[in-house]
């Protein structure tokens, strides 16, 4: 019962974290597009899709700088949902495998049809 609780402890931890880094990195490439716009001169943005955007991020272009942190920070509660199937996984806990999958799924399914 111990190694259940030292896990759960562990689990949390490791999902707070990644809550942190994915919040933090977000937060700077997304205050990186801003400075960038903001030495250029000019504030306004364009939409950037994900097929442009390595080559925008390779240009240094502001917008594509924006857009990398906004899907850092729609990736980042993915990432934690995918680690949590892992733990209830490892853990034999197949209710809440199956809880966490379904999420998982609704997310992905939600990301095809927006992009529709």
């Known amino acids: 019962m ?5 896990s759960h402890g562990s689990a949390r931890m490791l999902v707070v974290w990644i809550l942190r880094i994915g919040l933090a990195l977000a937060t ?3 205050a990186a597009g801003v400075g960038l716009a903001w030495a250029e001169g000019r504030l ?5 899709t994900l097929s442009q ?9 502001p917008s594509a700088v924006m857009e990398a942190g906004i899907l ?9 949902v995918l ?5 209830f996984a490892r853990e034999h806990d ?6 966490a999958s379904a999420v998982a ?3 992905i399914l939600g990301v095809f049809l927006g992009q529709l």
Do not use: E, K, Y
């Not at 850092?72 to 990432?79: E, Q, S």
């Not at 680690?83 to 733990?87: D, R």
């Not at 197949?94 to 809880?99: G, L």
């Open 72 to 80: 850092v920070l729609l990736a980042t509660p993915m990432l934690r």
């Open 44 to 48: 306004t943005t364009h939409p950037v």
């Open 94 to 99: 197949s209710r809440f495998t199956a809880a």
């Open 83 to 87: 680690v949590l199937i892992g733990v």
């Open 53 to 61: 955007l390595g080559s925008m991020l390779a240009q240094g272009r």
């Open 105 to 107: 799924a609704l997310l």
């Open 28 to 30: 700077l490439l997304m």
């Open 2 to 6: 111990a190694d259940r609780h030292h």
